[in-house]
């Protein structure tokens, strides 16, 4: 579906003539539901760390504490626990708080776990990391929509009547529906429960669910990484 498709099957459930454009229109109308389609797009993607939206960000370290270039500029949150040291094998705490941050600077003694916060859009990390050293994390992108022909998203909102979502377009659909009601003053409800039972639906099942093994531990579903082999430690 397009941003023109979703507008005409949000209108033909509403009941209002459905339109033959969009970006560029003059009617009142169709300008409305536009933007209840891209006030929708961006509620929808600020609500969860969807996959589609989901995005790796990797940098090579400089040894000062500010980073150049480690925040993207479609960044828009990282997903909390995924920074690691790729170059040391070590995970990276954070986003520390302002005080755990400015209380280590304050400190002689250096931090022995590498820790980062988020400033004034510059990614910093303490201690002071060693240059070379190759740094990951995932984060959300700002980006949730992009041209017909693109093969991820590129844009914050629709640009034309072509344009594609990478959220799932009947959720912005019944976005658009429950908004035009509240917007004309209707009855809205019944409208909004069908819409935030279909988002969270949407919400359970996007990129799957972790297997939880209720009886403990099983090695059969750690992450693979290095471990100790069975046996004694006898050399």
Do not use: C
């Not at 209840?36 to 960000?57: I, P, Y």
């Not at 017909?148 to 019944?174: C, H, K, M, Q, V």
Request: hydrophobic share 40%; aromatic share 8%.
């Amino acid at each position: 579906m397009s941003l023109l498709t979703i507008i005409q099957t949000a209108a033909d459930r509403i009941g209002v003539v459905r339109p033959t454009a969009i970006i560029g229109s003059a009617d009142i109308q169709v300008r409305n539901l536009l933007g209840l389609a891209q006030q929708e797009g961006r509620d929808l993607a600020s609500r969860f760390n969807w996959q589609a939206l989901t995005k790796e960000k990797t940098f090579t370290a400089v040894a000062t504490a500010a980073q150049p270039g480690a925040i993207p500029t479609d960044f828009d949150r990282m997903i909390d626990g995924s920074m690691w040291n790729r170059t040391r094998d070590n995970w990276i705490a954070g986003p520390m708080t302002i005080q755990d941050w400015q209380a280590i600077q304050a400190t002689v003694a250096p931090n022995v776990t590498e820790g980062f916060r988020i400033r004034g859009d510059s990614l910093l990390i303490t201690p002071t990391p060693t240059a070379g050293d190759i740094y990951a994390y995932e984060y959300v992108s700002l980006h949730w929509a992009s041209a017909a022909d693109g093969t991820a998203p590129t844009r914050d909102g629709f640009e034309s009547d072509t344009d594609i979502a990478w959220l799932r377009e009947e959720l912005i659909t019944l976005g658009v529906v429950w908004r035009f009601l509240r917007a004309r003053g209707l009855d809205y409800s019944e409208a909004f429960t069908t819409y935030e039972i279909a988002v969270k639906r949407a919400m359970n099942r996007d990129g799957g669910s972790p297997i939880i093994v209720m009886g403990g531990p099983d090695s059969e579903y750690l992450p693979p990484r290095a471990r100790t082999p069975d046996g004694n430690w006898n050399l």
